[in-house]
């Protein structure tokens, strides 16, 4: 007697044991939320391959198949690129669980700087509302803002770079007079930002598109609305500098690997447009 899919091995309750459980494709997309087309994709390039067809010759996906999906879009929210993900799930256990643990440390960190500019919000909105009274910082206030962020290794470089420019001085003007929930907003602008060039950059789109010149435009309005202004020619050398400085290249890098690179291009190619 040939088992069907909804057959199978039976449970002492009556039911059916996982292990002789399978899901169509369209059953999958219903439970997972990827889609079918998807799905599909992953089977045509060899990053999910379901174990078994059934007699018509359609995918039945086991246990086992789901797991490696789960592991795929883990891997995918991790900002791990398509082409990339199934070296990692093939690669020996103990250099995916190192890979992991770094993931999960940076992801931590993430959460609590998160947190962190969530309650700042919260407070300038108390503030806002009459709930609460904004205080002067401390320094131990100023070092919560700062939570994460060591400008030591630039300070002394952007004195040096542009102590004697107008920017510079507009620029210490400026955030000389910000309190916590200005650093929580200039932050959260930012953190906006990035997500908008991850997302193109996920997306395929490439650097010069329009939809990454908008972004890039709204880059130069944050820091001339936080900093100081900034000409295209400036957002040029701080394009450059993100590239070029190691350091920059690796802090932003952070939110996704190759983001440095990929904002660079876009804002110089704002930059250019601009005729500047």
């Known amino acids: 007697m040939t088992l069907t899919r909804r057959e199978g091995l039976r449970c002492p309750s009556g039911g059916t044991t996982l292990e002789a459980k399978r899901w169509t494709v369209g059953e999958v997309a219903a439970l997972t939320g990827v889609s079918v087309r998807t799905l599909h994709h992953y089977d045509d390039i060899g990053l999910l391959r379901p174990a078994e067809r059934s007699g018509g010759n359609y995918r039945l996906y086991t246990p086992g198949d789901l797991a490696r999906l789960r592991r795929v879009l883990t891997w995918r929210a991790l900002g791990v690129p398509l082409s990339e993900v199934a070296g990692v799930l093939d690669a020996p256990p103990d250099l995916e669980r190192e ?157 996704r690997p190759g983001l440095a690179a990929y904002q660079s291009a876009a804002v110089t190619a704002w930059a250019d447009a601009q005729g500047d």
């Open 99 to 255: 890979a992991l643990r770094a993931h999960a440390a940076r992801l931590r960190d993430d959460l609590r700087r998160a947190e962190h500019t969530l309650r700042e919000v919260q407070a300038r909105l108390d503030a806002l509302n009459g709930r609460a009274e904004e205080t002067i910082m401390n320094n131990e206030d100023v070092k919560a803002a700062f939570d994460g962020f060591d400008p030591a290794p630039y300070e002394a470089e952007a004195r040096e770079r542009w102590g004697d420019t107008d920017a510079y001085r507009q620029s210490a003007a400026r955030t000389a007079r910000y309190g916590a929930a200005d650093w929580a907003r200039v932050r959260a602008e930012m953190d906006s930002l990035t997500a908008e060039y991850v997302v193109l950059m996920e997306a395929g789109v490439p650097a010069t598109d329009g939809r990454a010149l908008a972004v890039a435009a709204r880059h130069r309005a944050h820091i001339s609305g936080a900093y100081y202004d900034a000409s295209p020619q400036m957002m040029r050398g701080l394009a450059q500098m993100w590239v070029a400085d190691e350091r920059f290249t690796r802090n932003i890098d952070r939110a």
